[in-house]
């Protein structure tokens, strides 16, 4: 997990400037696995993925590097109570549904989830 923060506190830093990542394994999306690669990004796009004599910016040798994964039926929105139960926020304000929801976001992408469709609102205050 502190992996991905430092990679996205990285790339934020350096969104305008070139970013090479040195790879040990590199999971493609497209059914190919590639070793020792380097991927090179240009403010938030993939520019190449080679093995260029290019420094490196960040060192994953050791680690695995593929695409975000995709959710398509989330609820960004529910938690778990005091009692252990499942909160639908029916009865919370809306500030502390929008932490919950915030925290629930910060955790599916640090589970490796950069695409998400919440499905449906619950919320009893957004209805009439």
């Given at each position: 997990?502190?992996l991905?923060?430092?990679?996205l506190?990285?790339?934020s830093?350096v969104?305008?400037?070139?970013?090479?990542?040195?790879?040990?394994?590199?999971?493609?999306?497209r059914?190919n696995?590639?070793?020792?690669?380097?991927?090179?990004i240009?403010?938030s796009k993939?520019?190449?993925?080679?093995?260029?004599?290019?420094?490196?910016?960040i060192d994953?040798r050791?680690?695995?590097?593929?695409?975000g994964?995709?959710d398509?039926?989330?609820?960004?929105?529910?938690?778990?109570?005091?009692?252990?139960?499942?909160?639908?926020?029916?009865n919370?304000?809306?500030?502390?549904?929008?932490?919950?929801?915030?925290?629930?976001?910060w955790?599916t992408l640090?589970?490796g989830f950069?695409t998400v469709?919440?499905?449906g609102?619950?919320?009893?205050?957004?209805c009439?």
């Amino acid at each position: 997990m502190r992996l991905s923060v430092l990679f996205l506190l990285a790339i934020s830093t350096v969104s305008a400037q070139k970013l090479v990542i040195d790879t040990g394994t590199i999971i493609d999306g497209r059914g190919n696995v590639l070793h020792n690669e380097k991927i090179t990004i240009e403010g938030s796009k993939i520019i190449s993925i080679d093995d260029a004599k290019t420094p490196a910016n960040i060192d994953l040798r050791n680690y695995t590097v593929m695409p975000g994964w995709i959710d398509t039926h989330v609820h960004l929105d529910w938690h778990f109570g005091p009692d252990g139960k499942i909160v639908r926020q029916r009865n919370e304000k809306p500030e502390q549904v929008v932490l919950y929801d915030a925290e629930n976001a910060w955790l599916t992408l640090q589970g490796g989830f950069t695409t998400v469709q919440s499905v449906g609102i619950s919320r009893g205050w957004f209805c009439p």
